[in-house]
């Protein structure tokens, strides 16, 4: 596989099934994609400002937590279909009762 790939790559081809003729426009999408590289993002929308602002909050607490711990090897414990089903419902029932104002 290593030398297909290898000269697939010298001659220039994907895929091993012949395509389209090449486009020539590679160059005006490389120059467009730099430019989107080196700029700032944009947060205009309401929807922006509040990811940005969870981000800025929920950034110190997951830098505490030890993501190299073993316990996140560890199965959950048994599974039963029911109970969960029911919590669920609980949720949804709760969650259709809360005042939209306050969410």
């Known amino acids: ?5 290898a000269a697939g790559l010298l001659l220039g081809s994907p895929s091993f099934i012949p395509g ?3 486009r020539r426009g590679h160059w005006a999408a490389a120059a467009g994609s730099a430019a989107a590289l080196g700029s700032a ?6 929807i922006g400002d509040a990811a940005k602002k969870l981000a800025d ?3 110190p607490f997951a830098r505490e937590v030890d993501w190299n711990s073993a ?10 279909p029911l109970e969960a089903l029911r919590a669920i419902d609980k949720m949804i029932v709760l969650g ?3 005042d ?3 969410l």
Request: net charge neutral; proline share 18%.
């Open 96 to 98: 259709s009762q809360a």
């Open 20 to 22: 389209a003729p090449p």
């Open 71 to 80: 316990i996140y090897l560890q199965a959950p414990g048994q599974f039963a």
């Open 1 to 5: 596989l290593g030398l297909v790939g």
């Open 41 to 46: 993002p944009v947060l205009a929308d309401p």
């Open 57 to 59: 909050a929920s950034y």
């Open 100 to 102: 939209p104002k306050l």
